[in-house]
T-cell receptor, first 113, second 114 residues
Framework: DTGVSQDPRHKITKRGQNVTFRCDPI?????LYWYRQTLGQGPEFLTY????????KSRLLSDRFSAERPKGSFSTLEIQRTEQGDSAMYLC???????????FGSGTQLSVL | DQQVKQNSPSLSVQEGRISILNCDYT??????FLWYKKYPAEGPTFLIS?????DKNEDGRFTVFLNKSAKHLSLHIVPSQPGDSAVYFC?????????????FGRGTSLIVHP
C-alpha cells in the first residue's frame, strides 16, 4: 500500500498530557499538510511542509502544537498540555507539488478527557 | 470568514436520481477546485477536480461545473447510488502569498435512499 499512513488511528488521553502523531506521506510527494477536523466542519489547515521546510502555519496552531518533518520524509505533530478543545480528527495529506490534489491519510482521532 | 461555503449541510436523494451538491467561494484568486468524499472514521478521498480555465469536467457518473463569474461550482452525480452516501467537501486553491493551500468548505452530507 503506497498511500498516506497515519499512526495511531485513535488516541485517548487525559487533559494536560502530551501526545504525538506520525504521518508517512506518499514517498515521492514533496508537500505534506496537517489539517484538523471537528464534527460538522471541514478540514481546517494547520501547517504544511515543502520537503523538510515548514513553510506556513495557521493561526489555529498555538504554541502548544509543534510539527516536524526531518529529512523531508515522515512528519510528526506533537500537542503539549492537551486541552479538551484539542479533541478532533487530525488529518495528514501529501501532494506532489503546489497545485496538485491532496491525498489524505485515514486520520488520527484524538479524544482528550 | 469562510472563503469556501457549502450552504446545504445535507441532501437526500432517491437511488437513480441526480444529486447536485453546491459550493460557493469568495476569493477570486482561487483557480483550482476539488471535490472530496468522506466516509465516517476515514480520511477524505479525492473525487474530481476542475481548473479555472474550464467550465466543466466529467468522470463517469461525476461532473463538476464551474461558473467563475458567479464564483460557484457544483458536483452532479448521475445516477446516484446508495454507496454514494457520504460527506462531500468542496476545496479551492489559489496563490496566497505564494502558497497553494487548499481551503475546504464545511461539507454536505449526501444520503441516497434505495
Amino acid at each position: 500500500d503506497t498511500g498516506v499512513s497515519q499512526d495511531p488511528r485513535h488516541k485517548i488521553t487525559k487533559r494536560g498530557q502530551n501526545v504525538t502523531f506520525r504521518c508517512d506521506p506518499i514517498s515521492e510527494h514533496n508537500r505534506l499538510y496537517w489539517y484538523r477536523q471537528t464534527l460538522g466542519q471541514g478540514p481546517e489547515f494547520l501547517t504544511y511542509f515543502q520537503n523538510e521546510a515548514q513553510l506556513e502555519k495557521s493561526r489555529l496552531l498555538s504554541d502548544r502544537f509543534s510539527a516536524e518533518r526531518p529529512k523531508g520524509s515522515f512528519s510528526t505533530l506533537e500537542i503539549q498540555r492537551t486541552e479538551q478543545g484539542d479533541s478532533a480528527m487530525y488529518l495528514c495529506a501529501s501532494s506532489l507539488s503546489s497545485n496538485e490534489k491532496l491525498f489524505f491519510g485515514s486520520g488520527t482521532q484524538l479524544s482528550v478527557l | 470568514d469562510q472563503q469556501v461555503k457549502q450552504n446545504s449541510p445535507s441532501l437526500s436523494v432517491q437511488e437513480g436520481r441526480i444529486s447536485i451538491l453546491n459550493c460557493d467561494y469568495t476569493n477570486s484568486m482561487f483557480d483550482y477546485f476539488l471535490w472530496y468524499k468522506k466516509y465516517p472514521a476515514e480520511g477524505p478521498t479525492f473525487l474530481i477536480s476542475i481548473s479555472s480555465i474550464k467550465d466543466k469536467n466529467e468522470d463517469g457518473r461525476f461532473t463538476v461545473f464551474l461558473n467563475k463569474s458567479a464564483k460557484h461550482l457544483s458536483l452532479h452525480i448521475v445516477p446516484s447510488q446508495p454507496g454514494d452516501s457520504a460527506v462531500y467537501f468542496c476545496a479551492a486553491l489559489g496563490p496566497s502569498g505564494g502558497s497553494y493551500i487548499p481551503t475546504f468548505g464545511r461539507g454536505t452530507s449526501l444520503i441516497v435512499h434505495p
